[in-house]
Each structure stands twice: as structure tokens, then as C-alpha cells.
């Protein structure tokens, strides 16, 4: 019986490690898609804020303040969602899912 439960074990411990070593993965595939969205989403944030600050009438403050999430999602005044701008990179498509198929897998 001590074996059964020490198989066990081992057998609990390696699934779990595997899960980890899934996470690490998910992790790593989710980062290089904000690393890429972030490249593409660089030149239009600071195009915007160099638009708002050209404006004589506005703080520059908080023309960073105000453009520094562009291209996150926003929830919309019906209460809908509107996606984040380059979510469909295949970056983040590829991070998107391996993270459904985690999530599924536990």
C-alpha cells in the first residue's frame, strides 16, 4: 500500500510539473505578443499625443495621461467590449490559444 501511495505522489508531482512548465510557455507566448502589439502600437500612441499636444489648448500632461492606453480595450456605452488594437497578430493569436487549451486542460 505505501507504494501505491508513493506512485501516486510521483504521479501527482509530475502532472503538476507539466502544468508549470504549460504556464511558463503561456507566459513566454503572451509576452511576445505585447511585445510586438507594443511595437506596433508605439508610433500611433505617440502620434496622437503629439496631435493633442500641437493643439495650443491642451495640457501636455494630460495629453499623455489621456492617450497613454491607446489601443487597450474600452468598454463601449452600450456596456459591449471593443477589443484591443492588433490582438489578432498571429503573436497573440498563438498566445490566445495556448492559454484556451491550458485553461481547458485543467
Known sequence: MPQ???IATLAMLAVAGVAIADEAAVQALERKCEVVREARLKPLRE???ARCK???RNDVRECERYWSD???AIRRPNGTMQPRMFHDLPECVAA???RRKLNLGN
Open 4 to 6: 501505491l501511495t508513493a
Open 47 to 49: 502620434a496622437e499625443i
Open 54 to 56: 500641437a493643439e495650443k
Open 70 to 72: 491607446y489601443g487597450d
Open 96 to 98: 490566445e490559444e495556448a
